[in-house]
T-cell receptor
Framework: DAGVIQSPRHEVTEMGQEVTLRCKPI?????LFWYRQTMMRGLELLIY????????DSGMPEDRFSAKMPNASFSTLKIQPSEPRDSAVYFC???????????????FGSGTRLTVV | RKEVEQDPGPFNVPEGATVAFNCTYS??????FFWYRQDCRKEPKLLMS???SGNEDGRFTAQLNRASQYISLLIRDSKLSDSATYLC?????????????FGQGTELSVKP
């Protein structure tokens, strides 16, 4: 099992540029979660999908953030335009169905470390 | 009140010590509880689930107190390799969709 795969591992971009983060969940998992982690705020849930459908995006900080899951094996998180305060580590996680998360937790990807200068 | 609260630490302990972390949660209807471990600059990884009757995995013991809405993690005979941040995790308030809420984490540093 390849685990949850995120790309890129590191991203440095200039303020105002568009940033796209990518995630491939574990095959067979049908729930996918995007988190952001900073020292000040810890792990914050941004948005999550069940069976490719967005369930709750209330954690998305602003309209500059958008996420899609066009199929069961791929999701993107886009920031446009990016700002320095978006600098953080962005994690993607997946699980089997909603109940799988409650029974077994999530598996996280290695994260994307985003720096906006 | 935060949904999940933890003492951020750091806890600095010598090798071989026993250390305990507590975590409180706000939703009395919560049913799923976990401890995750996160090493510096790495992703969180599941350490153990927490069951109502308490459970043990080697040197690690997790306890749940529903009446007081807190969860604990006990680490016996600490090793240098136990140095990490420990995250308390509880299911989200709507109990749907698989949403899990993470605490801020408690930092543990085990010294020789």
């Amino acid at each position: 099992d390849a685990g949850v795969i995120q790309s890129p591992r590191h991203e440095v971009t200039e303020m105002g540029q568009e940033v796209t983060l990518r995630c491939k969940p574990i095959s067979g998992h049908n729930s996918l979660f995007w988190y952001r982690q900073t020292m000040m705020r810890g792990l914050e849930l941004l948005i999550y999908f069940n069976n490719n459908v967005p369930i709750d995006d209330s954690g998305m900080p602003e309209d500059r953030f958008s996420a899609k899951m066009p199929n069961a094996s791929f999701s993107t998180l886009k920031i446009q335009p990016s700002e320095p305060r978006d600098s953080a580590v962005y994690f993607c996680a997946s699980s089997h169905l909603p109940q799988g998360a409650y029974d077994y937790g999530y598996t996280f990807g290695s994260g994307t470390r985003l720096t906006v200068v | 009140r935060k949904e999940v609260e933890q003492d951020p630490g750091p806890f600095n302990v010598p090798e071989g010590a026993t250390v305990a972390f507590n975590c409180t949660y706000s939703n009395s209807a919560s049913q799923s509880f976990f401890w995750y471990r996160q090493d510096c600059r790495k992703e969180p990884k599941l350490l153990m689930s927490v069951y109502s009757s308490g459970n043990e995995d080697g040197r690690f013991t997790a306890q749940l107190n529903r009446a007081s809405q807190y969860i604990s993690l006990l680490i016996r005979d600490s090793k240098l390799s136990d140095s990490a941040t420990y995250l308390c995790v509880v299911n989200g308030p709507d109990n749907q969709g698989g949403k899990l809420i993470f605490g801020q984490g408690t930092e543990l540093s085990v010294k020789p």
